[in-house]
């Protein structure tokens, strides 16, 4: 086993009253080993831990080191936490998916971008989707012996000749046999199927929903998610794949359904679920929020319209309950202008953009404000690209100049902060917030992509001017 780096371990933060202030450990100290062993890795850390006597091996920024003997229930954690969530290296990715996004990225992107997770911890930590197909058998014990639930599986295929084409990897054939095992130990499966036209759809499609059916009630939820393809495909020399049209989206929803109407008769759920995209591009109308069961898979588009749709009207129904909100709210908007009502420009990818507009008379129609839905074109990756969490900050601004140029008056672009990389102000195209504020002819509010957060940033504009709305983000 290689030697770990100990930068892994640094602490950032010591909780107030706990054992680990109580016996002086301070952020900047390092925990270099628990018993004389080192920590592999947070799920190692969580399980010693737990043991009622455990002597620490403190590193000091000074160079010294110290150990400490500790005696404690052994529920009782000791208060530490980690400048590195995972106190590990993050596994890459060994694959070379046809389908996979990184590759068709464009040069001279932040390193970062270009960075290809595929970590059964992370699955686990931050609800990352991952293959199996790194994983040596030893290891992989280990995290199932944990018990952490449920699972994130990139399963695109479950016929072993396929899945090994599709990702370019001789070990992926074997997935069947992992999610078995894993449901063996009682744990859940979330599993994600990207979909490539003529290649995984179909009857392929349908062996891959039979097959994951035999996981029985573990098996939480099946994501189907159309491949999405930039427009540096060519350019990079990748596997030729085409778009779903309207027919070919059509033909996913009526496997989806008809497997729907099975599993709710069989297990009193729908299980599989085909992404918001389809529906857009097959002109179906999207379902309701009631459809998706508790909304398991989010973070590929699956009832996303439906959960904000839905986010808003509860936003909306919490504060009818406060008697002459809406009035307040109205005449505080009303003043901000001498005529007419607030003009407010929300920004949208070209996909969501007219269910978002529908969505959002809810707010119109209590706030007495005008909101112009403003799906943009995707530039920057290839106008196949049409969600709004791909927009760069360049085509973001592009859209602003245009808003300016043709509307008599806007008095705020309302800016989704999906559009930003996690916890940070910067878009995908390395722009920053304070870029898009410092260059735009609008006043410019990013807001957070839920109903509660729009609702809330339209109710902080009474606290805004024309002048003064190039703000932070709410």
């Keep these: 086993m290689k ?57 000091h920024p000074d160079g010294t080191r110290s150990e400490v003997l ?13 400048q ?93 046999d ?15 199927l990207v979909l490539c036209p003529g290649l995984n759809d179909g009857e392929h499609l349908e062996k891959s929903i039979d097959d994951l059916a035999e996981l029985g009630d573990h098996l939480v939820s099946v994501a189907l998610v159309p491949v999405g393809l930039t427009r540096f495909r060519d350019d990079n020399a990748l596997y030729p794949l085409k778009s779903y049209n309207q027919e070919s989206a059509l033909e996913v929803i009526n496997v989806a359904e008809r497997y729907q109407r099975i599993f709710l008769k069989k297990y009193g759920r729908r299980i599989v679920f085909p992404a918001d995209e389809f529906y857009i591009r097959a002109g179906v109308k999207i379902p309701a929020a009631t459809h998706y069961e508790g909304f398991y898979q989010l973070e590929n588009g699956v009832g996303l319209l439906a959960c904000r749709r839905a986010e808003l009207f509860q936003a909306i ?71 709004t969490g791909l927009l760069t900050g360049q085509d973001i601004l592009k859209a602003i100049h245009k808003i300016a140029d043709k509307s008599d008056r806007v008095d705020a672009v309302f800016i989704p902060d999906v559009t930003l990389r996690v916890g940070e102000d910067v878009f995908l195209d390395d722009m920053t917030v304070q870029d898009i504020m410092s260059q735009s002819p609008l006043p410019i509010i990013i807001y957070e992509t839920t ?11 009474p606290d805004r001017t024309s002048q003064t709305s190039r703000e932070e983000k709410i």
């Design 451 to 461: 109903g509660e957060g729009f609702v809330s940033a339209v109710e902080n504009l």
């Design 178 to 192: 992992r999610l078995r095992k894993a449901v063996a130990n009682g744990i859940d499966i979330n599993a994600q």
């Design 84 to 176: 590195d969530d995972l106190m590990d290296d993050c596994q890459s990715c060994s694959n070379k998916c046809i389908f996979c996004f990184v590759d068709q990225l464009p040069e001279g992107m932040r390193s970062t971008m270009y960075f290809k997770d595929d970590d059964l911890r992370m699955s686990y930590l931050n609800g990352n989707f991952v293959t199996l197909t790194n994983l040596k058998e030893e290891e992989f014990d280990r995290l199932l012996s944990y018990h952490l639930s449920p699972l994130n599986v990139s399963v695109h295929a479950t016929e072993p000749e396929l899945r090994v084409m599709m990702m370019n990897n001789r070990f992926a054939g074997h997935i069947m």
């Design 70 to 82: 500790i005696e404690k229930d052994d529920d009782e954690e000791l208060g530490i936490v980690f």
């Design 3 to 59: 030697s770990k780096s100990l930068n892994h371990n640094v602490i950032f933060r010591v909780e107030p009253d706990s054992i680990a202030e109580e016996i002086g450990i301070r952020p900047g100290d390092i925990l270099a080993d628990i018993d004389g062993l080192v920590i592999k890795d947070v799920f190692d850390y969580r399980l010693r831990e737990l043991a009622e006597s455990l002597t620490l091996g403190i590193l």
């Design 317 to 387: 129904s919490k504060r009818k309950r406060r008697r002459h909100f809406f009035e307040k709210i109205r005449r505080a908007l009303s003043g901000l202008k001498t005529t007419g009502k607030f003009q407010v420009a929300v920004i949208s990818g070209v996909d969501a953009a007219s269910y978002v507009s529908e969505s959002m008379m809810c707010v119109v129609d209590n706030y007495g404000i005008n909101i112009q839905v403003v799906g943009v074109p995707n530039d920057f990756f290839g106008h196949s690209v049409t969600v």
